[in-house]
């Protein structure tokens, strides 16, 4: 399975699910298709050139547990846009407890599946409103995640990602954003912080009194 294909199969997936419904299910199998054909995958991304890397990079950025490479945005019936990502894990010395490794939810929904390496993903007591969470996270359970294993995530569920594998990589389908911010929780303080997006966030920066013009 090359990336043209893999993108053609995501495509038709979402085109085929009713509304603006997210097909977990589906895409997970198709993932796990990927998965059995990861070597060839993975040597076709290794072996981009100069344009095709450049392309890739503009769109990817770094996070303080994982470097989020925008494999594609892709455009789907109605206006949806998916997008997929190959998420390359620091290794455990250079990782650095924030929003991966807390209790924390996303704004879209996605599904992925592991490449190489793992690790273990707690699970807690899912958000009752997109407003923001009134005391501590309730842990449900934890899961040891390995090579070939998926995560299907819905924008209310919480989660967190501990004992994270040395060259752990994973292969990630995003849907559409439900909400434009999301939660995570601090440990230290017992607090709730939230994440803007950067729409979100610039109609903040729009609304700072900065005084008038001379």
Do not use: C
């Not at 879209?108 to 996270?137: K, Q, W």
Request: net charge positive.
């Amino acid at each position: 399975m090359d990336e043209d294909r893999l993108y053609s199969s995501i495509k038709d997936i979402v085109a085929g699910s009713p509304g603006d419904g997210f097909p977990a299910p589906s895409l997970e199998k198709l993932l796990h298709e990927a998965f059995s054909r990861r070597v060839a995958l993975l040597q076709h991304i290794f072996a981009w050139g100069a344009d095709r890397y450049g392309e890739v990079e503009r769109r990817s950025h770094e996070t303080p547990t994982h470097f989020k490479w925008n494999l594609a945005d892709l455009l789907v019936a109605e206006g949806r846009r998916v997008r997929v990502w190959l998420h390359q894990y620091r290794p455990p010395e250079d990782l650095r407890v924030r929003y991966a490794q807390v209790p924390h939810n996303h704004r879209y929904p996605f599904v992925s599946v592991i490449l190489n390496g793992g690790y273990r993903n707690d699970s807690y007591r899912s958000l009752r409103s997109p407003e923001r969470p009134a005391g501590p996270p309730e842990l449900l359970n934890s899961r040891t995640l390995r090579a070939g294993d998926s995560l299907a995530m819905h924008p209310t569920e919480v989660h967190r990602l501990a004992e994270i594998q040395r060259e752990t990589l994973t292969l990630l389908v995003q849907g559409s954003p439900a909400t434009d911010h999301s939660f995570s929780y601090r440990e230290s303080t017992g607090d709730w912080l939230t994440h803007r997006d950067l729409r979100a966030q610039y109609r903040t920066l729009r609304h700072i009194d900065i005084g008038t013009a001379r």
